[in-house]
């Protein structure tokens, strides 16, 4: 495996694009290639075997592309698919669940935290099972957010019928006053000042894409697998739909770096 | 062909169920497979080539099923995939368009029809080609919501937050004073009631369905392919991911006629 070999980053759509950035800006020298599943986005409802299949096919497509690294920038494809690609690959795989949990942990104060997702990502349970394994006393409210996805994919980022979603997902958690909210669906950082206003100012919001990238940047330099310092890195975009829609989306996400994206149909 | 084939219906996901559901009220003696592709739905956002891609896998899968006929009981597949399937298949496709237009040109009293429906079949200009090969000098207006589809498979059918976002997407139909609204995606009909509510009781609400299932009766005629009078059906329901979640999902839309699930793969 060679230093110079691009990190693999991977999501069901545009919303891992937010992980990316993070590596990107964290890591300079690394060059990324990102797989969009824009074809069968989302993962969210979807059962982890369908999942954890359309994981495998886009890690071994990475793998094809010579990547030195996999980054699953997806809590869904995390939750449902991390353990088996970490037994299956021959590289250091990444998930963005454990570095959410310890980012949740370390930003606790009172020892509540809440942590919002997918139905995938919530009923897997894999967010309380991190948390637990850091700090098995700690309280934990989870909430399965279905709505969220498609409004920031449709824009509504301040919409008051965002706004009114957001109330009816959160009130739980502010009724149980949570101190910590896990922001744990890669599209919801989009949403954070919505978000933070209807949470208040005394409840941390945390955004898994910086840990994850410290995460990668660590794990990384563990492996011996950094690039060397005057590397100059190459970024590659690839979705398995309509590359045109992929650009036009994920220019939202990770503002104007994009300069294009390649088409790739798996299964 | 054989009279006693089954029928094929297919979406998706578990919204043609809506047709389904009026093709077994409809057509007594005509045993039905229903297969929705709950592994890559939704269809509505992505682009037409993917669509017609899995269109065709499906239609494939179900002639091998032996089936006589097939009904695309979807909008975004009818609009991307109809003209195809009728070149490439031996036998007679039903779409959900000409039968929604075709109801609504009929209901309309002023000439002016709203249409809604997901991004890809507003884009595709489906319906607009098939209301004015009917009736060239009808004023149209269209809109594409995205959001209706997610908040039906939410369940927030009466929400107040389903109610803003109807009226944000109604509101130039509204101001335009169409008369009639063709549910231009098999969720709709779901929505029937709040829908009505915002639009007032002026406007018709035409949900293909019914069209649908009448269209399908008078080509298996046409064909000679009806079943016989004193055939007993059965019902086969497919899905390509988790059959318990689509008969619990399934149950909102046919009632209680489903007994089981099976699981089928494409792609």
Avoid at 203 to 230: F, Q, Y
Avoid at 245 to 258: A, I, P, V
Wanted: net charge negative.
């Amino acid at each position: 495996m060679s230093n110079s070999a691009p990190v693999g980053v991977f999501d069901s759509g545009i919303g891992g694009l937010t992980v990316a950035q993070e590596v990107i800006r964290q890591l300079p020298h690394e060059s990324v290639i990102y797989f969009g599943d824009t074809a069968r986005v989302p993962y969210g409802p979807k059962s982890p075997d369908t999942v954890r299949r359309y994981s495998r096919e886009i890690a071994s497509f990475l793998n094809e592309q010579g990547v030195k690294s996999i980054v699953i920038a997806c809590n869904t494809a995390t939750a449902h698919a991390l353990t088996a690609l970490r037994q299956e690959m021959d590289m250091p795989i990444i998930g963005v669940v454990e570095p959410g949990a310890r980012a949740a942990v370390a930003a606790s104060k009172r020892g509540h935290i809440g942590v919002i997702g997918t139905a995938g990502t919530i009923k897997s349970g894999a967010y309380e099972r991190a948390i637990r394994a850091l700090e098995p006393d700690i309280m934990i409210t989870v909430r399965a957010c279905p709505l969220l996805v498609p409004l920031v994919e449709e824009g509504w980022t301040e919409h008051e019928a965002t706004r009114l979603v957001a109330k009816e997902y959160l009130q739980p958690m502010i009724d149980a006053e949570i101190d910590t909210l896990v922001l744990g669906c890669t599209h919801y950082p989009l949403l954070k000042a919505l978000i933070a206003d209807v949470l208040g100012p005394d409840v941390r919001l945390i955004d898994s894409a910086e840990e994850t990238a410290a995460e990668t940047a660590r794990t990384l330099a563990t492996a011996n697998l950094a690039a060397e310092s005057d590397a100059d890195p190459t970024y590659r975009f690839i979705a398995s739909d309509d590359p045109l829609q992929f650009l036009q989306l994920g220019q939202r996400f990770l503002g104007g770096t994009m300069e294009g994206v390649e088409i790739r149909t798996l299964g």
